[in-house]
């Protein structure tokens, strides 16, 4: 094993994982959902169902690399809040966010919530075979498919008993979409780790549906970007180039043919998620990181946490597909390298939010709703996992 991947896994085993051990409520249940930027933790702060599914995805995929039994303990830690306080059982699916002891803080009925709670249980399921988990993974898969969809793809946001409502949870530069490229992408995800461990083939035809999306809405060929932020009728609502969430989808589109095996659909894609990651690194990769992202062409130069980690995910899945390219590689090597000298926070071993252009820390949270082992802890298993293909 290379410096590269070493480094990335004695930071995993030495850093990542008992930073977030750390924040286990053994009162409560679940994980303490705030840590500011002095590294206080708020333990009466609301838990986010999305930060609580993304740490047990975590941790289940943690074990399923390390095999290491503290690890089942922690994603159980996780797995049990999730069953008894982030699920409704009177009208089903999983709610936004519960207060600190598990009641109901925000009963909004998200599916991007829905999709990261499949992902989590099916990971879970995957981990330590346990058939309830799959079994809630299952349900919430109908809940999605009977509840947020409409003839043109998948609704976003609902109020607790599934009637539509304003989707401002993921809208961001000043407009509301109804549809956004961000929840498609992680159905996406979600619906690939479904498939993966239940071969249910319905799960697979909802998988084509989202690939033809992506080929013939949410991919914006005269560009070559994905478009971000659309009307119900995929109709994009603002010139924004999200250099994160293009170099996230060309691994995440490439892991989803790879599940799903099915040839035409590679022929289809294959082509688009190369070209994304080649415009990535043609026009956002500067100074060893990534830009966050461009609106009408201003480019916001903030080096965002999770950007950086799919960054190095995205470009070793380049490499790994045009062993050629060594640029590709490089510049992963290059992203671990400005993310260890500069972004990890040595006082805790997590990572900053964000770094300005001067790679100085943006003093905002460790820890909150959104922030959460999921990105950097995931590239730190594909990164292991890839290299010794290599």
Same mark, same amino acid.
């Given at each position: 094993?290379? $410096?590269?991947?070493?480094?990335? &896994? @004695?930071?995993? $085993? =030495? ?28 333990? &009466? ?7 609580? /599914? ?22 159980? @830690? ?14 089903? %699916? ?5 207060? !600190? ?7 909004? =009925?998200?599916?991007?919530? @829905? ?7 099916? /990971?879970?399921?995957?981990?330590? %075979? ?43 530069? %000043?407009?509301?979409?109804?549809? $956004? ?5 992680? *159905? ?28 013939? =809405? ?24 999200? !250099?994160?969430?293009? #170099? ?15 040839? /035409? ?23 060893? /990181? ?11 130069? $903030? ?9 190095? *995910? ?10 050629? @390219? *060594? ?11 400005? #993310? ?51």
């Amino acid at each position: 094993m290379g $410096t590269f991947e070493q480094e990335i &896994k @004695q930071h995993l $085993t =030495k850093e990542i994982i008992p930073f977030w051990e750390k924040l286990k409520d053994e009162k409560n249940g679940g994980y303490y959902g705030y840590m500011d930027f002095d590294l206080s933790v708020d333990e &009466k702060y609301e838990k986010g169902c999305i930060l609580n /599914s993304r740490i047990l995805w975590f941790f289940s995929n943690a074990y399923l690399l390390l095999q290491e039994e503290n690890l089942r303990e922690d994603a159980r @830690q996780a797995y049990v809040f999730l069953k008894e306080h982030c699920l409704d059982e009177e009208y089903g %699916g999983v709610f936004w966010s519960v207060t !600190y002891d598990g009641k109901i803080s925000d009963s909004t =009925k998200h599916t991007y919530n @829905q999709a990261f709670a499949i992902y989590a249980l099916s /990971s879970y399921y995957d981990a330590f %075979g346990d058939k309830e988990a799959l079994k809630l993974a299952e349900e919430l898969y109908h809940v999605i498919e009977e509840k947020c969809t409409d003839e043109y793809g998948y609704l976003e946001a609902f109020d607790r008993s599934f009637l539509p409502a304003d989707n401002d949870k993921l809208s961001e530069n %000043g407009v509301m979409a109804e549809k $956004t490229m961000n929840t498609l992408l992680h *159905v996406l995800e979600a619906y690939t780790e479904l498939y993966r461990v239940s071969h249910h083939e319905e799960v697979a035809d909802k998988l084509r549906t989202m690939l033809d999306i992506i080929a013939e =809405k949410v991919y914006n060929k005269e560009l070559g970007r994905q478009e971000v932020f659309f009307d119900k009728y995929w109709n994009s609502l603002i010139d924004l180039y999200s !250099y994160g969430h293009d #170099i996230e989808t060309s691994w995440l589109v490439d892991r989803a043919l790879e599940v799903l095996g099915d040839e /035409s659909y590679s022929v289809k894609l294959l082509g688009v998620t190369s070209e994304i990651a080649q415009n990535i690194y043609e026009r956002a990769y500067i100074d060893n /990181s990534l830009c966050n992202e461009a609106e009408s062409g201003k480019v916001d130069t $903030t080096r965002v946490w999770w950007v950086q980690a799919e960054a190095v *995910v995205g470009f070793l899945n380049a490499y790994q597909k045009e062993p050629e @390219q *060594v640029k590709y590689l490089q510049a992963a090597k290059d992203i671990w390298r400005y #993310i260890r000298n500069d972004l990890v926070d040595e006082r805790s071993g997590e990572w900053f939010w964000g770094l300005d252009k001067n790679r100085e820390p943006l003093e905002k949270p460790i820890v909150e709703p959104w922030k959460c082992p999921y990105h950097n802890g995931r590239m730190c298993i594909e990164v292991i996992n890839r290299m010794q293909k290599i």
